[in-house]
T-cell receptor, first 112, second 113 residues
Framework: DTAVSQTPKYLVTQMGNDKSIKCEQN?????MYWYKQDSKKFLKIMFS???????INETVPNRFSPKSPDKAHLNLHINSLELGDSAVYFC???????????FGPGTRLTVT | KQEVTQIPAALSVPEGENLVLNCSFT??????LQWFRQDPGKGLTSLLL?????REQTSGRLNASLDKSSGRSTLYIAASQPGDSATYLC????????????FGKGITLSVRP
């Protein structure tokens, strides 16, 4: 059983396009996150949602818009993609804001 | 601002060796610390979580310790195996309502048969 799943696994697109990445967790957690892992493998938080409410927005450009339709889903929509958006994006979830986080397999986004 | 450092960036050891991976952080006001494993092209797997009130946690051949006052944590791997080869990431969770994980850059471990 997959705990945290993301789709798609790979995403190749051109500059200027708009794309979405979906995340679902079946752990019953109430908090979900998006992280970005850059080319140097450095992981940094982008957003966190608790009970569908935005808690953390780490100075991410407003081209990135997370959407949480329910506690089990947190999708990431990216407008006007830029070359610098190329990275691996990880979704994670936890029970509460400060407990153990479980990560999805990642979505490798390549912008050409 | 919290900074997490993991040195060295890479480590190569022969199979069977006991080893210690180090993690240091600048702000001791943490809620907990989590160690992860990342295999190439894969997601992160949680290994151990230590609460700020704890000194250590153990899972199988893994033991993680925490010294909050000195801003240090170690991950001890006993009797290393080639299957332990991966990148090990340390992440600290700050206290407060807006808690979030701050990651180190990881240590890439290679265990030689």
């Amino acid at each position: 059983d997959t705990a945290v799943s993301q789709t798609p696994k790979y995403l190749v697109t051109q500059m200027g396009n708009d794309k979405s990445i979906k995340c679902e967790q079946n752990l019953g957690h109430d908090t979900m996150y998006w992280y970005k892992q850059d080319s140097k493998k450095f992981l940094k938080i982008m957003f966190s949602y608790n009970n569908k409410e935005l808690i953390i927005n780490e100075t991410v450009p407003n081209r990135f818009s997370p959407k949480s339709p329910d506690k089990a889903h947190l999708n990431l929509h990216i407008n006007s993609l830029e070359l610098g958006d190329s990275a691996v994006y990880f979704c994670a979830s936890s029970w509460g804001l400060a407990s153990e986080q479980y990560f999805g397999p990642g979505t490798r986004l390549t912008v050409t | 601002k919290q900074e997490v450092t993991q040195i060295p960036a890479a480590l190569s050891v022969p199979e069977g060796e006991n080893l210690v991976l180090n993690c240091s952080f600048t702000d001791s006001a943490i809620y907990n610390l989590q160690w992860f494993r990342q295999d190439p092209g894969k997601g992160l797997t949680s290994l151990l979580l230590i609460q700020s009130s704890q000194r250590e946690q153990t899972s199988g051949r893994l033991n993680a310790s925490l010294d909050k006052s000195s801003g240090r944590s170690t991950l001890y791997i006993a009797a290393s195996q080639p299957g332990d080869s991966a990148t090990y990431l340390c992440a600290v969770n700050r206290s407060g309502a807006n808690s979030k994980l701050t990651f180190g850059k990881g240590i890439t471990l290679s265990v030689r048969p």
